[in-house]
């Protein structure tokens, strides 16, 4: 069956410190992959997205993700959080023939100043 | 203004009626897509319009019905309300029928049912 699992449903950083958050897919076919950003009372922002090429892609609000095909990972990085970071974080995973993505849980991350 | 307009914004209803939200997608952008999200449920797929066809359907419950009109605009008909349909509903858009190039998400209709 096609699933995302998020594990962390809640983190905790303190600004200017480092981000990764983890999403692992379960997908029969090769995937897309997206992280979707949503901050409270909002609908979803795309943050960035993986088709093909290279694994390692960049996206906005200096966001990065690094699709692992081995450990069917899709993990989202930042270097140095800032405040208006805070936010709840989707990963998503769709189909080449599809539309429908399918969401994990969420993410929530709050930032401490 | 990510350019899909998604009204009212808010809902408050009771049990038993019947309420539509309504969805414009991004200029260009043929696809129409529904999603409910819930505390206990999350983001659920709902169904999918291509260019006035349904393209998919998800975990939509036969009192939930959808159409896309020859504008593109999109409605979702929820009837027979329940309070468990209390949730936000969003409509994203996407240029492509076929692939998966990423939405566009519209704010959400966060609907009470009450």
């Known amino acids: 069956a096609q699933s995302v699992t998020q594990p962390d449903i809640h983190i905790t950083v303190s600004e200017g410190a480092s981000l990764e958050l983890r999403c692992n897919y379960s997908y029969g076919a090769t995937p897309y992959l997206f992280w979707y950003v949503q901050s409270p009372g909002q609908g979803l922002q795309l943050l960035l997205k993986y088709f093909s090429g290279d694994t390692l892609v960049q996206g906005i609000k200096g966001f990065e993700a690094e699709f692992k095909r081995s450990q069917s990972s899709f993990n989202l990085r930042k270097p140095s959080v800032h405040w208006s970071d805070a936010a709840e974080y989707f990963c998503a995973v769709g189909a080449r023939s599809t539309d429908k993505l399918i969401f994990g849980t969420g993410t929530r991350l709050q930032v401490f100043p | 203004d990510s350019g899909v307009t998604q009204t009212p914004k808010h809902l408050i209803t009771a049990t038993g009626q019947r309420v539509t939200l309504r969805c414009s997608p991004r200029?260009?952008?043929?696809?129409v897509y529904w999603y409910q999200q819930s505390l206990d449920q999350g983001l659920q797929f709902l169904i999918q319009?291509?260019?006035?066809?349904?393209?998919a359907k998800g975990n939509i419950l036969e009192r939930f019905s959808a159409q896309q009109f020859p504008d593109l605009h999109s409605e979702l008909n929820l009837s027979s309300l329940e309070l468990g349909d209390s949730a936000l509903y969003f409509c994203?858009?996407?240029?492509?029928?076929?692939?998966?190039?990423?939405?566009?998400f519209g704010s959400g209709t966060r609907l009470t049912v009450v």
């Open positions: 994203a858009s996407s240029a492509s029928g076929t692939d998966s190039y990423g939405y566009t």
């Open positions: 319009y291509y260019n006035g066809e349904e393209r």
């Open positions: 200029s260009g952008d043929l696809s």
